[in-house]
């Protein structure tokens, strides 16, 4: 029976061949994805899948961040690129193997936790490389103002956007991208391999206590709005938006709780439902009722009845 390790300490502990060659295979699949169009959304999933299938995310890191270090210095050599901007690329995609490697592997964390600390860093990562001057995210943003505003400065437009990333934004965008391909990377071990040991929103339930950091954080918006304290405005507003997350993935866990006791006809229609309502104009309505049902389990368990 091969060997197959369900997660390492140190880099002295043995891999499996099986291991190696999905790891190597996952990761030509990732660098692959992170180039070709749609894909690229995508780009983090076969990562998951070999964390996953081999239990080892330090191995599957030091792959991902190898393979792209070559290939981005690869590619700078052949363009005749700058390589100062390569070195923040290589940074950048290093971080983000790191941290969401660490997500879906890592053992001593909550993932509830792991996603908000890896999302932080990456939202900080990711702030940087926007609002470099030079950046091509800077420039594509600059472009994206003259193109769809044309009687809009380009800065007001880039004041705009900072406004929105800083208060949230970025976080947000880490979330929703490390959280969508960790749970694509289960999926996708769930069917090939039938592994699965994480029971999703079904599982979820908010931390002890958020509900007062939630409602702190609110309060914190209001005053420093008041006051106009931008520092901790955009620190209350990142809070709150953790928070507003927690709870929402919290309602949905109950939704899906409650689903699950139901016929599959009666469940089918439901998702049905609800994902028009999600592309319909009742967007926020959805959303919010999805918040407060995660924000009521605080006082009235859905769940452990």
């Known amino acids: 029976m091969q060997q197959e390790i369900s997660g390492e300490k140190t880099f002295g502990i043995p891999v499996s061949k099986y291991a190696l060659i999905t790891i190597i295979v996952c990761t030509a699949l990732s660098m692959f994805f992170m180039r070709t169009g749609f894909l690229s959304f995508f780009y983090l999933v076969p990562l998951g899948y070999a964390v996953i299938v081999s239990g080892s995310y330090w191995y599957t890191f030091i792959a991902a961040a190898l393979a ?34 660490w997500i879906v592997g890592g053992k001593n964390i909550r993932t509830a936790y792991r996603i908000i600390i890896a999302s932080a860093a990456g939202a900080v990562f ?45 976080l947000v965008s880490m979330m929703f991208l490390f959280f969508v391909n960790r749970q694509l990377a289960i999926s996708a071990a769930w069917l090939i391999k039938r592994q699965r040991n994480d029971l999703g929103l ?58 699950a006791k139901k016929s599959s006809a009666f469940k089918v229609c439901s998702i049905i439902f609800l994902i028009v309502l999600l592309l319909s104009p009742l967007t926020i309505i959805v959303i919010a009722a999805l918040l407060l049902l995660g924000i009521i389990e605080n006082w009235r368990p859905f769940r452990r009845v």
């Open 126 to 170: 990711f702030l940087f490389m926007v609002f470099k001057m030079d950046s091509v995210f800077f420039i594509l943003f600059t472009e994206v103002a003259q193109e769809l505003f044309p009687g809009l400065a380009a800065m007001d437009f880039m004041e705009t956007t900072r406004g929105v990333l800083f208060r949230g934004g970025a």
């Open 202 to 259: 079904t599982g979820f339930f908010a931390p002890y206590g958020a509900i007062w950091v939630f409602t702190g954080a609110l309060a914190t918006i209001i005053i420093s709005g008041m006051f106009a304290i931008e520092i901790l405005e955009i620190l209350a507003w990142n809070v709150f938006i953790i928070c507003a997350i927690i709870y929402l993935a919290q309602g949905a866990g109950i939704l899906m709780h409650l689903l």
């Open 68 to 101: 792209n270090i070559v290939i981005c210095i690869f590619s700078v050599v052949l363009s005749s690129g700058n390589s100062a901007n390569m070195w923040i690329d290589i940074l950048y995609l290093t971080s983000m193997f790191l941290m969401y490697t």
